[in-house]
T-cell receptor, first 114, second 113 residues
Framework: NAGVTQTPKFQVLKTGQSMTLQCAQDMNHEYMSWYRQDPGMGLRLIHYSVGAGITDQGEVPNGYNVSRSTTEDFPLRLLSAAPSQTSVYFC?????????????FGSGTQLSVL | AQSVAQPEDQVNVAEGNPLTVKCTYSVSGNPYLFWYVQYPNRGLQFLLKYITGDNLVKGSYGFEAEFNKSQTSFHLKKPSALVSDSALYFCAVRNTNAGKSTFGDGTTLTVKP
């Protein structure tokens, strides 16, 4: 059981480039979300989804786009990378099933924008 | 809007001493409260949660947390700290919108031998 899989683990971009961070889960979880982690700022929610076809903005959505066409996949797109988007990105999933409310995290993507 | 405050950036304790990492929260409705731990260069791991029931909840690695509704707090505790407990700890809250969890800024726990 792989859990939550994120790719790539590391990425270096130039300012203005676009890219997609991939996230997949094999637990049939309804909820998926993207966070960024910056020193001293904890984890900030970028976008989240409560099911296929349904997405919503979190605290820091600007510059990012998401879609959820299947239950399993929740890719995060950087439209035009900026140095301020240098961060560690975590994808997470969870279920509405009572008793198992915790978040399951991927291993993270370290992104540098030059 | 929901929020979490972890008032201490850093907590230092000696091995064998009790530890407390503080967390206060704000959320509408009944809170779902969580603690997660992040070891260096690792992802986040679940420690424990409070959904309903007893105010003292027990979790992994000997950690426990006390829910206090009147003080809107959910402090993480351990009776006897280990050097291996040194890590970054995050408190998180969500309400019935299960897709939206809000995290505190994190507290770095250092346990010295």
């Amino acid at each position: 059981n792989a859990g939550v899989t994120q790719t790539p683990k590391f990425q270096v971009l130039k300012t203005g480039q676009s890219m997609t961070l991939q996230c997949a889960q094999d637990m049939n979880h309804e909820y998926m979300s993207w966070y960024r982690q910056d020193p001293g700022m904890g984890l900030r929610l970028i976008h989240y989804s409560v099911g296929a076809g349904i997405t919503d903005q979190g605290e820091v959505p600007n510059g990012y786009n998401v879609s959820r066409s299947t239950t399993e996949d929740f890719p995060l797109r950087l439209l035009s990378a900026a140095p301020s988007q240098t961060s560690v990105y975590f994808c997470a999933s969870s279920t509405r099933v009572s008793g198992n409310e915790k978040l399951f995290f991927g291993s993270g993507t370290q992104l540098s924008v030059l | 809007a929901q929020s979490v405050a972890q008032p201490e950036d850093q907590v230092n304790v000696a091995e064998g001493n009790p530890l407390t990492v503080k967390c206060t929260y704000s959320v509408s409705g009944n809170p779902y409260l969580f603690w997660y731990v992040q070891y260096p260069n690792r992802g986040l791991q679940f420690l424990l949660k409070y959904i309903t029931g007893d105010n003292l909840v027990k979790g992994s690695y000997g950690f426990e947390a006390e829910f206090n509704k009147s003080q809107t707090s959910f402090h993480l505790k351990k009776p006897s700290a280990l050097v291996s407990d040194s890590a970054l700890y995050f408190c998180a809250v969500r309400n019935t919108n299960a897709g939206k969890s809000t995290f505190g800024d994190g507290t770095t726990l250092t346990v010295k031998p």
